[in-house]
Nanobody
Framework: VQLVESGGGLVQAGGSLRLSCVASGPTFSTNVMGWFRQAPGKEREFVSAISRSGGRTNYASSVKGRFTISRENAKNTIYLQMDNLLPEDTAVYYC?????????????????WGQGTRVTVSS
């Protein structure tokens, strides 16, 4: 599975961005998909995850109510709509794929990772 993220950029606080992640391979629809982020000098952290069907989602408390994860299995793509962005959302955002049943927030659950897309939120 190869994952390619896009959609990052520079935005002012309060603005919005939509990240996309396109996956290769026939097993996309059978995998839980997640978004993680890593800010400079910090460890990678969970942002959000979505079940195989899209019916279940999971969010970090820091983004709940501001970010929305979704997926289009026909396009092998997941999205992260980020609204009301804050300077502390500045990070490299990574897409990841997991062959698990639960909508996991654990990094160790994920088998494949993209190269990341940078999001910078100015104050």
């Amino acid at each position: 599975v190869q994952l390619v993220e896009s959609g990052g950029g520079l935005v002012q606080a309060g603005g919005s961005l939509r990240l996309s992640c396109v996956a290769s391979g026939p097993t996309f629809s059978t995998n839980v998909m997640g978004w993680f982020r890593q800010a400079p000098g910090k460890e990678r952290e969970f942002v959000s995850a979505i079940s195989r069907s899209g019916g279940r989602t999971n969010y970090a408390s820091s983004v709940k109510g501001r970010f929305t994860i979704s997926r289009e299995n026909a396009k092998n793509t997941i999205y992260l709509q980020m609204d009301n962005l804050l300077p502390e959302d500045t990070a490299v955002y990574y897409c990841a794929s997991a062959k698990v049943l639960l909508v996991s927030s654990e990094i160790e659950s994920y088998d494949y990772w993209g190269q990341g897309t940078r999001v910078t939120v100015s104050s």
